[in-house]
Structures are given as C-alpha cells and as structure tokens.
C-alpha cells in the first residue's frame, strides 16, 4: 500500500516492464528539494527509464510515484510541468531557435498554448540564463553554439520554469573535461536554489560530488549512500567486472580502469 | 543570485526578448508588398493585356470584364489561396515532423487526390466532364472535386490507422510512404489501357490553376478561415516540439490530441486545394524553408511568413505559367517543381557554406 511518501519527489516500490521484459523491478528511492543525487548503472540498468517514471513520462505497472505527498498521476500535466524539469540526453534541439527562444520555451508549463509572457516570466527567464551563464549567447542560434554551450542553454530551458525537482539525463555525456567539470559545478550550485537534482551518470567520478548516490543494476537498487559509500571496489565490481579499481584520493574515493586481473 | 534584476538590465532585455523586431516587420511587409504586386500583375497580365484602369472598372462592377472577374480574379486568387495552404501546412509538417524536408503530402493526400480524381475521371469518361458537368454520375450531382477531396482526406485516414494514431512520429512517414505508394500503383491500374484519361489525369496531377474558379476560391477560403485559428494555437507546441517530443510533453502540452489537431487541419487544407488545383509541388516545402532561414525557428512567425511566402511564391508561377509560352501555357505544377528545384538547391548550398 503507498504510503503519502514525505516531502520530496519519491519512487515507492515502483516495477515497469517494456513489452513483457521488466526494466524496473521494486525500485524506491526520494528526491528531496536542495539535494544532488546521482543515478549510476550499467548500460541498460533501466537507469533512463526511472527518470521517464519520474517524471510521470511513463507509468509504471506497480508502484506510485508521489510528487509532494499527491500521487503524480493526479497532477495536471501543466502543474506537472512547474514542479519538475526534464533534461534529456536525445541530441535534440531547436536548431533555428535562439538561445533566448529556447529558453523561453520553459515557460510553457505557465503560459498554455497561448499566454502571453507576464514580468514573472521575464524574471524567471532571465534568472535561469543568469545562473547558467548564457546571457551573452541570447541572440545566437543554438546550431552555431559550442556543445557546452548549447547544453547550458538547455539546462536554462530546463530551469526557466522553476522547477522544484530537476531531472538529468547523462547531461555531460558529450562533453570534453572542462564542460564536464564546468556542467558539474553549475548542477552543484543548484542546491543553493532549493532545486532537487537527480543526474543520470556513466562515469562514477562525476558522481563523487554528489550529495548521495543510487546504484542501479538490473533494474534493481544495489545501493544508496554518500559517495564514499557506494563507490567501493566490491559493488563496483561485481557490476562492472575486474577492471574497476578504487583508490583514495585526499579522502576521496577515484574510480579507474585497470587491466583484468 | 539576484532573483530581481535591475530596471535598466531588464528594459534593455525586453527590447531584446524579439529576434530583430525590425527584420520581422520589413520580412512580413515585403510579403505583403509582393503580394499585391502579384494581384495587380495577376490580373492585368496575360495574353490580353489590361490597362489598370480597366482593372480598377471591372473589379468595382463599374465596367463589366468577364475576362477579369470570370477567369483572371479567381485564377490569382485562387493561386494565392493555394500557395498560402501549402506553405502554411508545409511548415506545420515540418515542425509536427521535426523534419525540414517535411511537405504537406506526406501523409499521402496527394496520392490519395489523384487516385480520387482518377476515380471520377473513370465514371465520368473524361477531366472535363468529371469537372465541367459538375456531376461524375448524371443523377448524382458531385464533381471530381469532391473525389479529390475525399481521396485526399481518406488517404490520410488510413495513414493515421496503419501507423497506429499519430504518437510515433516515424511510423506515420512510413504508413504515408505506403499508402502513397499503394494509392499510386491502384491509380495507375486504372489508367491502363485508356489514353483519354492517362492524358485527363495527368493533366490534373502536373497541377493547374485553370479549374478554381470562384467555387474552388470560396471552397478553399472557407476551409482556410475555418482552420486558421488553429494555426495560432500551435505555434507554441510547434516550437516546443523542436526540443524533441519527450521534453514537450514535459512541458505540460497535451501532444496526443495537438498532434492530431495539427494532422486534421493540415489535411482538411491541402485536400481542399489539391482537390481543385491538382498536385502542385514544392511550394509547401520550399516556401517555410526559405522563410526559416529569414525569420528563424519561431512558428509563431514562420506559420503565417509561410502562407503569405507560398501564396506569393505559387502567383508569381502561375503568373510565368500564363505569361511565358502565351497564348499557350505551362502547367504550373511544372514549373513550380522546375524553379523550386535549383532554389532549394541553393538553399541547401548556402546553409552548408555558413
């Protein structure tokens, strides 16, 4: 039986299978607002799929998932789309849009199909480019900007409607070490703003900054915890195989590839 | 973070919110200009040549000019309304699509027309006949026209059934590839063995402006003022759809029924002007294209930019059609396809250079 769940963006005993295969098998997990959880797993863990049942793109089978003591479903999907933002990892964007137009965008949830922007808007707009440091690309095509920098004005659009729960998909899988540590930092400072963010995650150092980590591994929970945690040698392995090493480094725990033993 | 930005920072971005404000009027109002440079040139071009004042006279009822308001005022404006269907709906597939190269037949109307005409042209025993009787069987008073319409509208219904509704984007390009292609093959079967209609039906195919009329003028407008609201209601979701159609349903729109609204009312326009007007090419594809490149992405702008662009575009060819090889003419579908061709391809080039 769920239960209210508690203040936060919870998963509670959620399965869901696609065309008979399940994908998620009795997954719980909270997102609270003002935290950074990373989501890590193998390919095909079913790790893009929790984030869709998150986000109330797919509905799960078994299980609910309770946005602010309210069960998602019972969300309009306008009020839906205030409270939660969604960044996917599909390559798409408006390539003829500007970076100002696009971010626009995140506003819909507000303005229907036919509102017009109002000075809240405005503000929320310009907070979102502020944070994400695109105010000076407002006027260029996003087919003319740099990954990194089409991938923050993205996260603009994302953050343009306010959301109290942000969910990203692999938001640094195609980015070079600087966007990948500048992308990081900026997900980091979010917290300040009472954002809840989930990232989806291929390599586990990204994750160490996180504020907790959830293991996904055959579309089951392995582990949450801290970092420190969960990034171990044993749990590691016995997903990724003998190649994983895990070494300390200033108190912190870095994951590398070695030869299998 | 400063949740309230300064007054000077946010009055110097509020003039900022629009792409250039300027390039958008001076685009919209050179469109504007072309298209009574079209009407004028329209009606007093041809092979009699018209004075503007006779013009002027005919239109106002003063002196009466069958040439100008039985044939040459409904031709441009039947052109007009023609060209401004197939680039509205045009740039309505290529957002719904995702796709540039997107064009208002995709989901088979086209096929779905001709095979509709052809239909009537083999009841009635000939294109003139199945059009100028007004009436494919003696009893039953409907045109080619209606079969055209019929045709088209039929062929997408049963896109829209084979690819299972309108969620998977790529099964309907496929379903109407198929349906194009099996509509084809059942039209051409038809044709066989009977040269009076293959020359009937081809005539229809290649696009002509010649059989409008005042009927398929008000026809067409009428489903052109029903189905325009609905333009204005899309342009938001068009333009979110280009963040991919997972992050737009993110966003709160309700995609499934938007989608089918889109596919409805594209489909209503373009078999009410392939029904009267042929199969015309290339103007629903070319005109939001070039237009895109002007405005930008917005479809708030490039919707109506891609009616008044293809309106002017598909005038302006029916006017050269007319004017070109007179007293004869050119079947304007041809030509459209013949200019629209080497444009596009320049588009193409250009896009590649930048």
Same mark, same amino acid.
């Given at each position: 039986m769920r239960d209210r769940g508690t203040e936060g963006l919870c998963v509670q005993d959620v399965s869901f299978a696609y065309r008979g295969k399940p994908v998620l098998e009795g997954v719980s997990l909270e997102l609270h607002r003002g935290e950074w959880l990373a989501l890590l797993g193998p390919n095909g863990a079913g790790k893009s799929t929790l984030l869709r049942v998150m986000a109330g793109l797919l509905v799960p089978q078994s299980g609910w998932v309770v946005l602010e003591h309210q069960p !998602? +479903?019972?969300?309009?999907s306008w009020e839906r789309g205030q409270k939660l933002a969604f960044l996917l990892q @599909?390559? +798409?964007?408006?390539? %003829? !849009? @500007?970076a100002l137009e696009t971010v626009r965008l995140g506003r819909t949830p507000y303005l229907g199909l036919l509102g017009r922007e109002g000075k809240e808007d405005l503000e929320a707009i310009q907070w979102a480019m502020k944070v994400t440091q695109t105010a000076a690309l407002r006027e260029r095509l996003l087919s003319r900007l740099s990954g990194g920098e089409r991938q923050r004005v993205l996260l603009a659009r994302a953050l343009a409607g306010r959301p109290r729960y942000l969910l990203l998909d692999e938001p640094t899988a195609h980015l070079d070490l600087h966007h990948q540590a500048e992308f990081s930092s900026l997900v980091a400072g979010l917290r300040a703003e009472d954002i809840g963010v989930l990232t989806v995650l291929h %390599?586990?150092? !990204? +994750?160490? @900054?996180?504020d907790r980590v959830v293991f996904l591994a055959g579309g089951k929970l392995k582990a949450v915890g801290a970092p420190a945690e969960v990034l171990n040698e044993e749990l590691l392995r016995s997903v990724y195989g003998d190649w994983v090493r895990v070494r300390q480094l200033e108190g912190e725990p870095v994951v590398l590839l070695g030869g299998p033993r | 973070m400063a949740l309230r930005p300064n007054p000077t920072q946010s009055a110097s971005s509020r003039g900022g &919110?629009?792409?250039? &404000?300027t390039r958008r009027v001076l685009v919209f109002a050179a469109l504007l200009g072309l298209l009574l440079l079209a009407l004028v040139l329209g009606v007093a071009e041809g092979t009699v040549k018209i004075g503007a004042l006779e013009v002027i006279q005919a239109v106002t009822g003063a002196v009466p000019n069958p040439i100008i308001t039985e044939l040459r005022l409904p031709r441009v404006l039947g052109a007009m309304l023609v060209g401004a269907v197939l680039g509205l709906c045009g740039a309505a597939f290529q957002g719904l699509f995702r796709n540039p190269l997107a064009d208002p037949y995709l989901m088979g109307s086209a096929a779905g027309a001709a095979f509709g005409v052809t239909v009537a042209v083999a009841l009635a025993g000939g294109l003139t006949a199945a059009f100028s009787t007004n009436a494919v069987f003696e009893r039953i008073p409907v045109s080619a026209t209606l079969f055209g319409f019929l045709g088209a509208v039929g062929a997408v219904a049963l896109t829209l059934l084979l690819s299972g509704g309108a969620s998977r984007t790529n099964d309907l390009i496929l379903a109407g590839v198929l349906v194009s292609s099996v509509l084809t093959s059942l039209t051409t079967l038809l044709l066989l063995h009977d040269a009076n209609r293959v020359f009937s039906v081809f005539a229809y195919t290649v696009g002509n402006l010649a059989f409008v009329g005042w009927d398929g003028v008000r026809s067409i407008a009428t489903y052109f003022l029903l189905t325009l609201p609905l333009f204005f209601l899309l342009g938001r979701t068009l333009n979110a759809l280009s963040l991919g159609e997972e992050t737009a349903r993110s966003l709160g729109l309700p995609l499934g029924r938007l989608k089918l609204v889109i596919i409805g009312a594209v489909t209503l326009l373009t078999a009410s002007a392939v029904a009267y007007a042929g199969i015309i090419g290339f103007v629903g594809l070319v005109a939001p294209h070039a237009l895109r490149r002007i405005l930008g992405g917005d479809y708030r702008y490039l919707l109506p930019a891609s009616a008044l662009g293809g309106a002017v575009l598909l005038a302006f060819a029916d006017l050269l059609a007319r004017v070109l090889v007179a007293p004869a003419e050119l079947p304007v579908g041809v030509l459209t396809t013949l200019l629209g061709g080497p444009f596009f391809l320049y588009l193409m080039w250009r896009g590649r250079a930048r």
């Open positions: !998602l +479903a019972q969300y309009s @599909t390559g +798409a964007f408006p390539e %003829d !849009l @500007t %390599d586990p150092n !990204l +994750a160490r @900054t996180a | &919110l629009a792409r250039p &404000l």
